[in-house]
């Protein structure tokens, strides 16, 4: 039985040669490429927004086996974006639910749900089990936890992120080159940045672009075609209808793929990983930090903020973007120009004057500072 299903793997159908014949006219793609797809095994995490149009383009398009893993069940709210369901779903699974419709679009596929949540004690064993992982997961706890796990693991993630008018996708190789999730966001971003859909909202239409996008890479990455987002990060915003692409490299202070790139062996250690799960959440120092891109987003959206600059005027008149100049050595005595209930952000060169400068600042009292990681050295590395 085992080698009828592997000969079967090896070889398409007739069946399989009509479906797939506008992938077979495709150079890139062929009967090799098909069989590729074929022979993939691709995990979505999350059957919502995102993993609706993805897991739908997925399964057209022949992945051999598609893991689902959702532990919610479909609501009234979610059919305003969430196309692989109807109203006839309300109340039942939507991992059992994604299923029976993908079975529908191709039952050539073996199709695995999941009606749990991705949890530290089940994502070594899940994520081990597939060649690439699609993360369209809505916060923050489970995209570290997906990269983190496919770091260690070193399978690829394609994640995507949307919310409101605008949304993001890039893939995380996990190879030692290629920079992590956490080199992109070393901490959770704002508070104000981290409202969910169901507080901030998002326009219907929106996953249906990322997750297209999302399900675009993924199957890039199976016929090892084209050029992928690694080290790039795709944003889109409905509004401008614009795509912006920022480039990010590898951070030498990431916590997680810094630290191990040198070990010799891949630590499968799940306890560490939630260890450092928990120490990037609580640990005071790193809440206090944000990332360029992070900075970048909050003067997209035009969020009211100070930015203060601690370099020196010589350093200012060379390049700055924007804050106010106050030299490190004058911000005692500048302090009282400063809203202390506003969120000040800080930056300098290279970001150890920042850190002086908001430890400072939180002692006076202010209660909403950060650093920006790196400094203006990190911000110039995306944005110039
Ligand atoms: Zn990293």
Request: glycine share 8%; charged share 20%; with cysteine.
């Amino acid at each position: 039985m085992h080698t009828d299903g592997k000969n079967q793997n090896s070889f398409l159908n007739p069946e399989e040669l009509s479906r797939y014949s506008r992938h077979l006219s495709l150079a890139e793609v062929g009967q090799e490429g098909q069989i590729r797809l074929k022979q993939a095994r691709v995990l979505c995490i999350g059957a919502g927004g995102l993993g609706s149009p993805l897991l739908l383009y997925l399964a057209a398009a022949g992945i051999g086996t598609i893991g689902i893993i959702d532990s919610d069940t479909v609501d009234l709210s979610n059919l305003q974006r969430q196309i692989l369901f109807n109203t006839n779903d309300i109340g039942k699974s939507k991992s059992l639910v994604a299923k029976e419709k993908l079975s529908l679009l191709n039952n050539t596929i073996q199709f695995i749900p999941y009606q749990e949540r991705l949890i530290p004690s089940n994502a070594v064993n899940i994520i081990s089990q597939y060649d690439i992982i699609a993360d369209g997961s809505d916060n923050f706890e489970t995209r570290y936890l997906v990269n983190d796990v496919c770091f260690h693991l070193r399978k690829p993630n394609v994640g995507a992120s949307i919310l409101q008018f605008s949304g993001q996708c890039s893939v995380f190789t996990a190879s030692p080159n290629d920079p992590c999730y956490r080199c992109l966001y070393p901490s959770s971003p704002l508070t104000s940045a981290i409202l969910n859909c169901a507080e901030a909202g998002v326009l219907g239409a929106l996953p249906g672009i990322m997750g297209s996008i999302q399900a675009t890479e993924v199957i890039k990455l199976i016929l090892n075609i084209g050029n992928s987002l690694a080290g790039r990060l795709l944003s889109f915003d409905a509004l401008s209808m614009r795509f912006k692409e920022f480039t990010f490299s590898t951070d030498p202070s990431c916590i997680l793929c810094a630290e191990k790139r040198s070990l010799d062996k891949i630590n499968y250690d799940m306890g560490a990983i939630c260890k450092m799960n928990s120490s990037a959440e609580n640990d005071q120092v790193s809440n206090d930090q944000i990332s360029p891109v992070e900075l970048h987003q909050l003067f997209e959206k035009k969020e009211d903020f100070c930015l203060i600059d601690v370099r020196e005027p010589h350093e200012y008149a060379v390049c700055h973007i924007g804050g106010k100049l106050i030299p490190l050595a004058q911000l005692s005595q500048q302090i009282d120009t400063l809203d202390p209930d506003k969120l000040t952000i800080v930056h300098c060169h290279a970001g150890i004057r920042g850190q002086k400068a908001i430890d400072f600042l939180k002692q006076a009292g202010f209660k909403h500072v950060k650093n920006l990681t790196g400094g203006l050295a990190a911000w110039q590395k995306i944005f110039s």
